[in-house]
């Protein structure tokens, strides 16, 4: 069974940072593309960024660059979300998917980040 859970979030004042964990089960991770995903309240869910293993390349939006940074430790098929220098408008619950037979699945439960002062 293929299963993700989102860890890490909190509550941090603006221009802090934080780390947010996807850890799988049931798979290797570095077989396939991963994504994080975020919806703040009254909002769609929108892509953050991915990672592409056979590709060996990282993407994400436009207003992230430069501030978040994803990595993988293999050890603990694990893949990371490293968010600094945050702000009011990243506050959203972080969700972690992987794509399977091209449709992004396995969904977790989500972890909150709030950005406030």
């Known amino acids: 069974q293929l299963q993700l859970a989102e860890s890490g979030g909190g509550l941090v004042q603006p221009g802090g940072s934080l780390r947010l964990s996807c850890a799988a089960t049931?798979?290797?991770?570095?077989?396939?593309?991963i994504g994080w995903f975020r919806q703040a309240p009254g909002k769609e869910r929108e892509g953050v960024s991915c990672?592409?293993?056979?590709?060996?390349?990282?993407n994400y939006i436009d207003s992230v660059k430069g501030r978040f940074t994803m990595s993988s430790d293999n050890a603990k098929n694990t893949v990371y979300l490293q968010m600094n220098n945050l702000k009011s408008e990243d506050t959203a619950v972080y969700y972690c998917?992987?794509?399977?037979?091209?449709?992004?699945?396995?969904w977790g439960q989500g972890t909150q980040v709030t950005v406030s002062s």
């Open positions: 049931g798979f290797t991770l570095d077989d396939y593309v």
């Open positions: 990672i592409n293993y056979r590709a060996g390349s990282t």
């Open positions: 998917a992987v794509i399977i037979q091209g449709r992004w699945g396995s």
